[in-house]
């Protein structure tokens, strides 16, 4: 099936730098959001808009979604105006959010049921990722619908992976949000000890970045957490989701996960402190004992 234009619901901090990347890719764009300041960044001979999502999947023979939580993506494929409702047969729908990989699979095999295609195909890489397209994307489907996908994905990130089916990239996300959560938190740990033993942090990261603990987030995050500073990024209560999504996933396992927990928790202070908009390396926060400077 010949794409002759691109359905993208959801421009916030990823899909608006990710829209203009298909965009500069010369793809014909349509949108569907629910705030009019969500494009206004875009020029008006680039871009569609429709109504609903509904609309949209009706003048699109991809849809990409992008938004912030598993209520979100089933009211935008299921709900009463969702692309389920006017997707033709072979639209694909590739859900980028991170959501429930249970979710997912149900969501896949409501479609596959109208012979509609789906992948789950959540992104690591924050903002600057996006902008870069250098993205990593995490698939789950079937290899054939990959194929089909991969021009569109490659437009926006560079370690692409096809995990398994469906509902297999959601959980390969979960693992990288334990991962990368965890790894902030032993960084800070690491930043304490330091400092508690009157040694320099910042010299105790230039050494570590050239041997075996090298990490990005040890680059990144631990220089934002040297100067106290947490512009996202990746939003603390967006990360915060993500953990619920791995713990629930989990306990529906009966997997015990006590590193998870732990930095869930650390997570869960952040929003409730009101912070939740700050980048979730902010966990550093309550381990380094930092006050909320200007």
């Known amino acids: 099936m ?28 349509g949108f569907y959001a629910r705030r009019e300041q969500s494009l206004e960044a875009f020029e008006p001979g680039n871009v569609e808009r429709f109504k609903t999502p509904r609309e949209l999947a009706q003048n699109c023979q991809v849809t990409i979604t ?25 639209h694909l729908v590739v ?20 012979r509609i ?6 992104v690591s890489g924050g903002e600057q990722g996006a902008i870069d397209a250098t993205l990593s994307i995490m698939v789950g489907g079937r290899e ?22 469906h509902g297999a990239g959601q959980v390969a996300k979960a693992c990288n949000q334990i991962l990368v959560a965890q790894t902030m938190s032993a960084v800070a740990e690491a930043f304490l000890l330091a400092k508690s033993l009157d040694v320099n ?8 970045l050239g041997g075996f603990a090298y990490s990005r987030i040890l680059e990144v995050h631990g220089r934002r957490m040297l100067e106290n500073a947490y512009q996202p990024g990746f939003k603390a209560e967006l990360h915060h989701k993500d953990m619920g999504i791995a713990q629930s996933s989990a306990r529906e396992h009966g997997i015990s996960m006590p590193g998870t927990d732990l930095v869930s928790g650390y ?26 400077k200007p």
């Open 267 to 292: 997570l869960e202070k952040i929003v409730d402190s009101g912070e939740g908009h700050l980048d979730s390396s902010a966990i550093a926060k309550l381990i380094l004992g930092q006050t909320n």
């Open 66 to 90: 992008i938004v912030s939580d598993t209520p979100d993506v089933k009211e935008i494929v299921s709900g009463p105006d969702g692309l389920i409702h006017g997707a033709c047969e072979g």
């Open 144 to 165: 054939e619908i990959f194929n089909r996908a991969l021009p569109i994905l490659q437009c926006l990130g560079e370690n692409i992976t096809l995990v398994g089916t």
């Open 201 to 208: 942090p910042e010299k105790v990261r230039e050494a570590l």
């Open 95 to 114: 859900d980028m959010s991170t959501i429930s990989p249970g979710v997912t699979r149900v969501l896949a095999r409501q479609l596959q049921d109208r």
């Open 2 to 29: 010949k794409i002759d234009r691109i359905g993208m619901i959801g421009l916030g901090i990823m899909g608006r730098p990710m829209a203009m990347n298909l965009i500069k890719a010369n793809y014909r764009l």
């Open 117 to 122: 295609d789906m992948l789950d195909a959540p």
